[in-house]
């Protein structure tokens, strides 16, 4: 609780900066208030506490999710320092990121569905605003338009099914309707599983699975850079940690009824995206429709809940959000030099940055599972928990589809490590401007040497 | 707590759709069967309160109408959670007192940064 009172009063804070004339200290001020909150997070560590009658439930689980966010959130803006300080509204920029973080904590925390609903729309309506914050460009437009009207669209799915298993258990406690479920186990009526289809429906529209992720491409490739990796990364994670959260800890008793659902909807995701991404020339799309494709790999958690998989799915989120800050950033900083978003645009990278080709590799290995780097660790999870679950043809798709990957994050990789295309092709203005490419390849390897410290948490 | 249905418990609904959509059908036939028709240039014209209309309706306006009219809806709809407030003002006590203090102020900040970055200006 007291991480989302001080992400809000620091993102409150940001909103004024502007108004009292604090500009200069808002970046300070941003990273300060998420150290706190950082900090505060840490502390909660094997508490089990409630509050706001039983709306927010801090337990590890939200304890661990929370810090990664946060963490991340981090990286994300000791990269994005520039980006925001040459707008005009740049204050407003950076307290719509911390509120869609609070958002994001709240639907990590939640014990009530009201909660939920409330950390999506927090998370959602910041992110709206965000995608087209680039206002001259018409693709931003788009994508803001097109997230904003689906997402609605999806939050409406949602809400009418919160309704319903209100309709049905009459609670919206995550305890009291578990507990219900549990009691009347077999005669429960046909509009309480019409309402866990029509949550699922509306969380899964979030985390782009297939068959709700048209949406995705347009608006990931759309959105600024910047904000393209704060969804993947931040709000992916969000979305996920509360999907997990609400399946296991709330409609655990029915997970007959749900299982195959998460099982066809993640072989088919995984397969799609994974093939869609091998024909695209830009960059920026190639892992808009991979992240469509790690989203059918973490669903995978879902289609054999129990187990490990709680702790497979955090390490391969954890993985996946950590290389995807990495392989942006360099990204970001390519499309500031040369203005182009495509796969050869990185060619010479290797030529200008040694150091820099080796990380982009480690983060390119690790989105592609491959050790020794983070990656591999969260598949080879993921994959044993799916396999102790008794789903053996779901693993064989998903090894198949990863094959299919290494394909196409090998030609960044190659592309990086060939001659320069073009001549001027200086990659970054100050050496400071690939920090969180070092920070994110060095993070990689480290949790794909030593993979239990962290998978042993949860 | 069981909660057994059937569907005879459905019918004040079916009435009420019966209702509602019997309503709508008797209004706008029953008026063009019962009225006089007299057609006249003033009577085929778009009503518009009562005053001449002006021209189509889709013409630009002012992106300031637009601002002031949702930054009123938005003060406008705080008010509506004081009312339960106030009629359990006595039972929520002290700790009801602080907590929409705490709202107000926040709802202040918002009005205070909304006033100095000019939303209201109107030149």
Same mark, same amino acid.
């Given at each position: ?25 808002l ?15 840490v502390?909660?560590?094997?508490? +089990? ?9 801090t337990?590890? +689980? ?11 959130t981090f ?18 920029h ?19 569905l009201?909660i ?8 959602s ?11 001259g ?17 999806a939050t409406?799915?949602?809400?009418f099914g ?11 406690n995550?305890?009291e ?15 309480? +599983? ?6 699922l429906t509306?969380l899964?529209?979030?985390v ?5 992720h048209?949406?995705?491409?347009? &608006? ?18 969000? !979305? ?9 800890y ?6 007959e009824?749900w ?16 093939i869609?991404a ?5 960059l ?21 809940p129990?187990g490990?998989s ?21 990204? +970001?900083q390519v499309h ?6 495509e ?6 990278l ?6 820099? !080709? ?25 994959? &044993?928990?799916?396999l ?6 779901l &693993?064989?798709?998903?090894v ?10 090998f030609? &960044?990789?190659? !592309?990086?490590?060939?001659?320069p295309e ?5 990659y970054?203005?100050q050496?400071?401007d ?6 994110c ?9 030593l993979?239990q ?6 | ?15 009420m ?19 006089p ?6 009577k085929?014209?778009t ?23 949702i ?6 709809v ?11 003002f ?13 709202f ?15 939303a209201?200006?109107?030149?």
């Amino acid at each position: 609780m007291n991480t989302i009172v001080i992400l809000s009063v620091t993102g409150i804070a940001a909103m004024m900066s502007d108004v009292f004339k604090l500009k200069k200290a808002l970046f300070g001020l941003s990273l300060l208030g998420l150290l706190i909150a950082l900090v505060f997070s840490v502390y909660d560590w094997g508490q +089990y506490a409630t509050y706001f009658n039983q709306m927010v439930l801090t337990d590890n +689980y939200a304890v661990v999710f929370t810090t990664m966010l946060i963490g991340i959130t981090f990286l994300w803006f000791l990269m994005s320092k520039d980006f925001f300080s040459s707008h005009s509204s740049a204050s407003e920029h950076y307290a719509l990121i911390l509120f869609s973080l609070t958002g994001g904590v709240m639907m990590t925390n939640f014990s009530d569905l009201t909660i939920l609903f409330l950390g999506l729309e927090i998370l959602s309506i910041a992110l709206y605003i965000l995608a087209g914050s680039d206002k001259g460009n018409l693709f931003s437009n788009e994508a803001s338009l097109k997230y904003f009207m689906i997402g609605s669209f999806a939050t409406g799915f949602l809400l009418f099914g919160i309704a319903l298993i209100y309709g049905a258990t009459s609670s919206f406690n995550l305890q009291e309707i578990s507990a219900y479920v549990q009691q009347h186990n077999g005669s429960l009526p046909m509009y309480f +599983y019409a309402g866990i289809l029509m949550i699922l429906t509306g969380l899964t529209f979030k985390v782009s699975a297939v068959p709700f992720h048209f949406w995705a491409p347009d &608006v990931y490739d759309g959105s600024p850079t910047l904000v393209t990796t704060y969804m993947l990364s931040v709000v992916k994670m969000a !979305a996920f940690a509360a999907l997990y959260r609400l399946f296991i800890y709330c409609f655990a008793p029915v997970y007959e009824f749900w299982i195959p659902v998460f099982a066809i909807m993640s072989a088919v995701t995984m397969l799609l995206g994974n093939i869609t991404a091998v024909y695209q020339k830009s960059l920026k799309r190639m892992l808009a429709y991979s992240s469509i494709a790690h989203a059918g790999y973490m669903l995978m958690a879902l289609a054999s809940p129990g187990g490990t998989s709680r702790s497979a799915l955090m390490f391969y989120l954890l993985a996946y959000a950590i290389s995807t800050l990495g392989v942006f950033n360099v990204l +970001y900083q390519v499309h500031k030099v040369t203005g182009r978003e495509e796969i050869k645009s990185v060619k010479g990278l290797f030529r200008k940055n040694p150091f820099a !080709a080796i990380m982009l590799t480690l983060c390119m290995l690790s989105m592609a599972g491959i050790p020794p780097v983070a990656g591999f660790f969260g598949k080879y999870y993921m994959f &044993v928990s799916t396999l102790n679950g008794g789903l053996t043809w779901l &693993v064989l798709i998903a090894v198949l589809s990863s094959l299919i990957g290494v394909y196409f994050y090998f030609k &960044v990789i190659i !592309a990086a490590f060939q001659e320069p295309e073009l001549e001027n092709t200086a990659y970054y203005r100050q050496p400071s401007d690939l920090t969180v490419l070092y920070i994110c390849g060095i993070l990689s390897l480290l949790l794909g040497i030593l993979p239990q410290f962290v998978a042993g948490l949860l | 707590m069981v909660f057994l249905s059937i569907p005879a418990d459905y019918i004040p609904i079916a009435i009420m759709f019966v209702v509602a959509i019997g309503f709508v059908v008797t209004t706008i036939f029953v008026t063009h069967l019962l009225g006089p028709k007299r057609k006249s240039e003033i009577k085929l014209d778009t009503f518009e309160c009562g005053i001449e209309s002006q021209s189509n309706a889709r013409l630009p306006f002012s992106i300031k109408y637009f601002l002031i009219a949702i930054l009123f809806v938005l003060f406008d709809v705080e008010v509506i959670f004081m009312y339960p407030w106030a009629v359990n003002f006595l039972k929520l006590g002290l700790t009801g007192f602080i907590e929409m203090l705490l709202f107000v102020s926040l709802l202040m900040v918002g009005f205070i940064y909304i006033i100095r970055k000019g939303a209201l200006k109107w030149e």
